[in-house]
């Protein structure tokens, strides 16, 4: 038969370090308050682990009248605490030691000055009993002193009495909130020596009721009387069993990490937001003229072409009208060492290692309602991955859309430069059509020469040289009128290849724009939400490891 073994939850080590990720991932997020209140929860865990282990700290505390001293006097054998009809009789927090040996560190971080050893029976060895200052003292020194004691003791003991055991102020401020700390709390009825017998049955039960109603169900309730000591035996065998067991300390932080993870929510998973990159990637591209610019391409590489590739004796009127291109200024270059000081390159052209692409271009500031769509966009975007986010991270993930949002102008633009560069890379096939084309000039002009030899002698009355021909034609009528008429058609064929030329490229030069534009947005909006969604989801990881 096999043995089943129990699977055991997260060690507290593992669960303090989840508290405190959980802590740093919430700052700025989260209230303040939770944030704190987990890292004081860290570091009072911190503190209490390197203290004595072998000592129990239990507090008896409850409201004026309900008998704590007199208790406390019962448990240790001796009058430590002042008893008496004037209230409040205690001002501050004194303990009774079982075996302190080795207890002075944990009292001196507890700032327990009175310290007294018990005279009772030895078998609470380890236990470190406090009597505390009444939580309803009208002096608001004892009250802040419970507070203070309550958030740090190993074991919590609450006296109360027939009178004052359904109290408000008790319930609402320190029972109910303390839920969580079950396992390291006791209730005790005291004073039941002034109810008839048939009277503490009924009183303990409806006592009971209460704590359940509290979320305090499985806490121990027990009727004593400390005049009578009726119920020692039983409230006194308990502590030992808990002292004993050396467990309450661990259990209490335990308890103490559990509520204050509690105070950031219920992690909840983060839902999958829906992709709005194509949205914004066309509203930046339309901001940031990448139409305008495609169309330059377009004809900008129609206007070099005529200029590289036209008929020599008329290209140079092409020149004259400006490169649409470089009226946008883009394919500006300049060496990398004549930039001014100072100044970083918007980015590499695509035309050489030592050419960037220098300032701001010229294509026209988007418009206000092109603006506005872009606006639209990062807003979609935060909104689409915010959707079912709780409250806080939800603003956080919207605030991450928008955090670098003045950047996107001059990064698209950069972008734009230094894609759009690339264009006006010349094709290789041009430098060989100019070639043909000087060549043919050239047969053009010596053609003109020729002929104009020939009429120069013949109005010299000089004799004719032999003058070959191509059937009929005369070779210099050939070269210069062939050379005209091959220049032109060379230009119309090299003028309509540069149009297709174009219209590939500009199709190239949309693709690669809207991808270098597509990768601004993910780095300056996407990038920053998804790093918001990733410490969201952190978050809850941790959160759900600090509450196991």
């Excluded at 690669?512 to 597509?518: E, I, N, P, Q, S």
Aim: net charge positive.
């Amino acid at each position: 038969m096999k043995l089943l073994r129990r699977k055991e939850g997260p060690s507290l080590d593992s669960r303090l370090a989840a508290l405190l990720e959980a802590a740093e991932l919430a700052d700025g997020r989260l209230p303040e308050e939770a944030v704190s209140g987990a890292r004081t929860v860290a570091e009072r865990a911190g503190v209490r682990r390197t203290l004595s282990i072998d000592h129990t700290v239990a507090a008896l505390a409850g409201a004026t009248g309900s008998g704590k001293s007199s208790l406390y006097n019962a448990l240790a054998g001796a009058d430590l605490a002042a008893v008496g009809v004037v209230r409040p009789t205690t001002s501050a927090a004194q303990a009774a030691l079982w075996d302190g040996e080795g207890s002075g560190p944990l009292l001196d971080w507890l700032d327990i000055p009175r310290r007294h050893p018990a005279t009772s029976a030895s078998d609470l060895s380890g236990l470190v009993l406090l009597d505390l200052p009444d939580h309803d003292s009208i002096q608001v020194s004892h009250r802040l002193e419970v507070d203070r004691l309550v958030e740090l003791v190993d074991l919590l003991v609450w006296v109360v009495d027939p009178q004052k055991y359904a109290d408000a102020a008790l319930h609402d401020r320190y029972l109910r909130p303390l839920a969580a700390h079950r396992g390291v709390m006791l209730v005790v009825l005291n004073q039941v020596d002034r109810l008839p017998e048939s009277a503490v049955d009924r009183c303990v039960g409806d006592l009971r009721r209460l704590l359940d109603e509290d979320g305090l169900a499985g806490v121990p309730v027990l009727a004593v009387s400390a005049r009578t000591g009726a119920g020692l035996a039983g409230l006194r065998a308990l502590l030992n069993d808990r002292v004993a067991e050396r467990k309450s300390w661990s259990t209490r932080l335990a308890a103490d990490i559990t509520t204050a993870a509690g105070r950031f929510g219920a992690p909840e998973e983060a839902p999958a937001g829906q992709a709005m990159d194509g949205t914004l990637t066309a509203a930046l591209c339309e901001a940031a003229g990448v139409p305008l610019v495609v169309e330059a391409v377009a004809k900008g590489h129609r206007h070099r072409a005529v200029v590289a590739t036209g008929w020599p004796v008329t290209r140079w009127i092409r020149k004259l009208r400006p490169d649409p291109l470089r009226r946008l200024r883009i394919g500006a270059m300049a060496p990398v060492g004549e930039l001014p000081a100072g100044r970083a390159p918007a980015g590499s052209s695509g035309q050489g290692p030592g050419a960037v692409v220098v300032g701001r271009t010229s294509v026209p500031a988007g418009s206000a309602v092109q603006r506005a769509r872009v606006e639209t966009a990062i807003r979609d975007v935060g909104e689409a991955a915010a959707s079912g986010l709780p409250g806080p991270w939800a603003a956080a993930v919207r605030q991450a859309a928008r955090s670098r949002s003045q950047e996107l102008a001059d990064a698209v633009d950069r972008v734009v430069a230094t894609t759009s560069a690339a264009a006006t890379k010349r094709p290789k096939w041009w430098r060989a059509v100019n070639v043909l084309q000087w060549l043919v000039f050239a047969a053009m002009l010596a053609g003109a020469l020729w002929l104009g030899g020939l009429f120069g002698m013949d109005y010299l009355r000089l004799p004719q040289p032999p003058l070959p021909t191509v059937g009929v034609v005369p070779w210099p009528t050939v070269l210069l009128v062939g050379g005209a008429l091959a220049g032109v058609l060379i230009a119309l064929l090299s003028r309509l290849a540069a149009w297709a030329g174009g219209r590939r490229r500009a199709r190239r030069t949309a693709r690669a724009l809207r991808t270098a534009v597509g990768r601004v947005g993910d780095e300056l909006v996407l990038a920053p939400v998804r790093a918001e969604l990733d410490r969201y989801a952190r978050f809850t990881e941790a959160l759900t490891r600090a509450r196991a």
